[in-house]
């Protein structure tokens, strides 16, 4: 092929030309995507610190709340118990036998549902230390200690194989929220059976507690709960990425389910 | 220019001292060896222009010839460490350099060591070139943040994709279109640009690798 120089010079020099812009956008490209994953990092950095602060939150409400329960189940519930003691023993007649040894049995019961009570405040404290040994045998723990009562007819499924791990904040907010459903239905269901699954299926951890309680409308007491409650059960469960579905009819009992991914 | 020096070894000089000051206290023997490949390369072009100026196109054509197994070893060994932090890059490298030595091999059997390998220098300038890009894909998988305006392997290779992937397009044209009258000095001034392109990028890059051992110690 024969080219005059000219021609031959202007198209060396325009191919070379295209050829060297080529690299040219690459490297333009590479450097833009290199600072938008500087962006990225930083986002999700400030998102990591945004979720802490949100689980931090919800650790401070939720210490705030038990302190609130231990305080009113001691003043209402404990104290009353104990004054109600006091004042059956300081009646003891001890020339009355019969009355007498009547009295006495009555504060023995009362002091005897004054331990039982203490020993539920207790538990309440336990639950970090009993998160650190797993879900599953925390929820199992708590449940034993239910079925001593001897008033609930229990039953626990559990289909996770092995202990799967959690981050330790994440499990100790879904086992509160196992702690919150369990007292509601204690407090207020009149259940006799209470039934917990734990399963593990397509990479979510679901925790389904039942009962055959009294039930109630969902509705009204979604709309008429203030702070602690139904409404803090979803905003927890959202907090650690899952979603909290709560079943529940008057005279047909209550469902409540957690569903976290993994 | 005298009989020695030309624009072309005055770059490849200034880049020499660069690389000097820059890699002498590299802690990498790959990056320092820089230095002994750049002073290879001077050597090189003073020498052709030498043998230019006294019309000895033979022993010229020789000189390069060798100077294409320094060329494709010590850009080989210096890519192959960039590779290296990403990938596992030996099988691709060695491939590439078994490659390049059978070429070589096939094309002094067939001219003699006085002709210039020149399908060895395009197949090794579009190796470079792949492997560059091959590193620009890494980089780009890669989630960790890199600062790319001090980062020496990064401008580094951006010289040598610039300099091959110019190069490989005018090495194709001038093997197929022939040209009457001045092409020499034509050819000769486009590679000029691809080399002082290539040798601002790769002083950068020594200078980078600079900054980089001293604000860490």
Same mark, same amino acid.
């Given at each position: 092929m024969q080219v005059s120089t000219k021609d031959f010079q202007l198209l060396i020099i325009l191919v070379t030309l295209i050829f060297l812009i080529a690299p040219l956008f690459l490297v333009i490209y590479i450097n833009l995507y290199n600072s938008r994953k500087k962006r990225h990092i930083d986002e999700k950095a400030v998102m990591k610190e945004d979720f802490e602060a949100e689980i931090l939150q919800a650790q401070m409400e939720i210490r705030e709340q038990t302190m609130q329960t231990i305080g009113s189940d001691l003043h209402d519930n404990i104290g009353q118990l104990l004054s109600l003691?006091?004042?059956?023993l300081k009646s003891v007649e001890l020339n009355?036998?019969?009355?007498?040894?009547?009295k006495i049995d009555t504060a023995i019961g009362l002091t005897s549902r004054s331990i039982q009570e203490l020993r539920s405040l207790g538990k309440l404290f336990q639950g970090e230390q009993l998160i650190s040994k797993g879900l599953s045998i925390a929820i199992n723990h708590e449940l034993e200690w239910l079925n001593r009562l001897e008033k609930y007819q229990i039953n626990y499924n559990n289909d996770v194989a092995g202990n799967l791990q959690l981050s330790a904040d994440k499990e100790l907010i879904l086992f509160r929220l196992f702690q919150e459903t369990l007292n509601n239905i204690i407090k207020h269901a009149e259940a006799t059976s209470i039934s917990v699954f734990l399963d593990y299926a397509a990479d979510n951890l679901t925790l389904t507690i039942e009962d055959n309680g009294v039930g109630f409308n969902t509705t009204v007491v979604q709309k008429a709960s203030a702070g602690m409650g139904l409404q803090n059960i979803h905003k927890r469960a959202n907090l650690i990425g899952g979603e909290a579905t709560i079943d529940s009819r008057s005279g047909l009992g209550t469902i409540v389910q957690i569903k976290v991914p993994y | 220019m005298n009989a020695y020096l030309s624009i072309n070894i005055?770059?490849?000089?200034?880049?020499?001292?660069?690389?000097?000051?820059?890699?002498?206290?590299?802690?990498?023997t790959t990056w320092k060896s820089w230095i002994v490949y750049?002073?290879?390369?001077c050597t090189t072009e003073i020498t052709g222009k030498i043998l230019r100026h006294a019309h000895d196109?033979?022993? &010229?054509?020789?000189?390069?010839?060798?100077y294409i197994l320094f060329e494709a070893g010590f850009t080989t060994a210096l890519l192959s460490k960039i590779l290296c932090p990403y990938t596992n890059a030996k099988p691709v490298i060695y491939g590439g350099l078994s490659l390049?030595?059978?070429?070589?091999?096939?094309?002094i059997v067939q001219h003699g060591v006085y002709v210039f390998n020149n399908m060895t220098t395009t197949v090794m300038s579009v190796l470079f070139v792949l492997y560059g890009l091959y590193y620009y894909y890494l980089l780009l998988k890669d989630e960790r943040y890199i600062k790319l305006k001090r980062h020496a392997p990064f401008w580094w290779v951006t010289g040598i994709v610039f300099f091959y992937f110019g190069s490989t397009v005018s090495n194709l044209i001038f093997s197929i279109i022939v040209v009457e009258d001045n092409s020499d000095t034509f050819?000769?001034?486009?590679?000029?640009?691809? &080399?002082?392109?290539l040798y601002s990028f790769l002083s950068y890059s020594f200078l980078c690798r600079y900054l980089q051992r001293t604000s860490s110690s």
């Open positions: 003691t006091n004042l059956t009355d036998r019969d009355k007498s040894q009547q | 005055l770059v490849e000089l200034i880049c020499f001292i660069i690389a000097c000051i820059c890699l002498s206290g590299d802690k990498s750049l002073l290879i390369t196109t033979h022993l &010229n054509e020789f000189i390069y010839n060798i390049l030595i059978l070429l070589y091999i096939i094309e050819r000769y001034n486009i590679y000029l640009s691809l &080399n002082i392109l």
